[in-house]
């Protein structure tokens, strides 16, 4: 069974970075789809970011200009690159990702990782 291993989350200052990375544990064929969501205390799960298989990506209004999502195949991993970090990024930040695997193609979610960010 291929697991999403994230890590990377943390307590950051105002205007800090953080750089999350999403691993499959096990051999797979390719990323499809790869996205990062957040839900923060009391709100509903949103996207942030998400890299088609294509390398066409989509942002949220609200991180435009301050996140970058990537991903290397060859290490089976997927970043979010976060700068000028505010509080109210504050979440935990699932990773989400459509992969080809042996036992063919489905959707897979990380454990989360929490991200704090302090004014």
């Known amino acids: 069974q291929v697991q999403l291993v994230e890590s990377g989350g943390g307590l950051v200052q105002a205007g800090g970075s953080l750089r999350l990375s999403c691993t499959a544990s096990?051999?797979?064929?390719?990323?499809?789809?790869m996205a990062w969501y957040r839900q923060a205390p009391g709100k509903q799960r949103e996207l942030v970011a998400r890299?088609?298989?294509?390398?066409?990506?989509n942002y949220a209004d609200s991180v435009k200009g301050r996140f970058t999502i990537s991903r290397d195949s060859a290490k089976k991993t997927g970043y979010l690159q976060m700068n000028s970090l505010k509080p109210e990024d504050t979440a935990v930040y699932h990773c989400?990702?459509?992969?080809?695997?042996?036992?063919?193609?489905?959707?897979?979610w990380g454990q989360g990782t929490q991200v704090t960010v302090s004014a």
């Open positions: 890299i088609t298989r294509d390398d066409i990506t």
């Open positions: 989400y990702a459509d992969l080809t695997t042996v036992s063919g193609q489905r959707p897979y």
């Open positions: 096990r051999i797979i064929f390719s990323i499809n789809t």
